[in-house]
C-alpha cells in the first residue's frame, strides 16, 4: 500500500503542467477539533487523522517539485492538528531526514486553537522548531462569543491558562 499512496500523490501533482517549483506544503491532518467555532470552515468533525504514510507521500511530492528552492515549509492544519502529537512525532523527524538528503531544510508551522497546549507540546515544538501560531478572537467574552467547546463553554481562560510565560 504504502507505494501505491507515493505514487497516486506524485502522479497527481506531476499532472499539472507547467506548475511552477513548490517551497510550501499544508497538510491538514485531521477534521477532528474540540471546539465547535461559529465560523469554522470545517464541516463535520470527525476523529479521523492523515496517516503517516499519507503525510509522507506528501511531503515526498513537495520535494519532487522543490527545484532548486532549498528553504522549504510545512504547514500542519486541521481541524486541531495538536490533536495529532503521534503524527507529528512521526513526520517532522522523517520529514527533515530526507529534505537533508537533497540538501534543502525544512521549516515547520502549525495553526492551533489553544486548547490542547500543554507543558510536553511546547517542549516538543522548541526543540524540535515549529513554530506555531495561536488563533484567538479577541480577549475574554469576545472570544467565547464564537470559540466554544462541543459543551457550549467558551475556550478562552483555558486558552490563556494553557500559554507558556
Known amino acids: ?4 499512496v ?3 500523490v506524485r502522479n497527481r501533482v506531476r499532472e499539472i503542467r507547467g ?3 513548490m517551497a510550501m506544503l499544508e497538510l491538514f491532518l485531521t477534521n477532528d477539533c474540540n471546539l465547535r467555532c461559529t465560523y469554522c470552515f470545517v464541516g463535520h468533525k470527525r476523529p479521523e487523522q492523515m496517516s503517516l504514510e499519507t503525510a509522507l507521500a506528501a511531503f515526498d511530492a513537495l520535494l519532487d517539485r522543490s527545484a532548486h528552492i532549498e528553504e522549504l515549509g510545512v504547514l500542519l492544519f486541521g481541524g486541531e492538528p495538536f490533536l495529532c502529537m503521534d503524527l507529528i512525532q512521526g ?3 522523517e520529514a527533515r531526514y530526507r529534505a537533508r538528503k537533497q540538501g534543502k531544510r525544512i521549516d515547520f508551522h502549525c495553526t492551533t486553537n489553544g486548547t490542547v497546549l500543554d507543558e510536553a507540546t511546547v517542549q516538543y515544538c522548541q526543540r524540535n522548531n515549529i513554530v506555531y501560531l495561536l488563533s484567538i ?3 475574554g467574552a469576545h472570544h467565547d462569543y464564537h470559540r466554544r467547546y462541543a459543551d457550549g463553554r467558551g475556550s ?3 486558552i490563556r491558562e494553557r500559554l507558556p510565560v
Not at 1 to 4: E, I, K, P, R, T
Request: hydrophobic residues 40%.
Open 1 to 4: 500500500m504504502g507505494a501505491d
Open 6 to 8: 507515493r505514487k497516486l
Open 19 to 21: 506548475f511552477p517549483a
Open 91 to 93: 513526520l517532522v523527524p
Open 137 to 139: 478572537d479577541g480577549y
Open 156 to 158: 478562552f481562560d483555558d
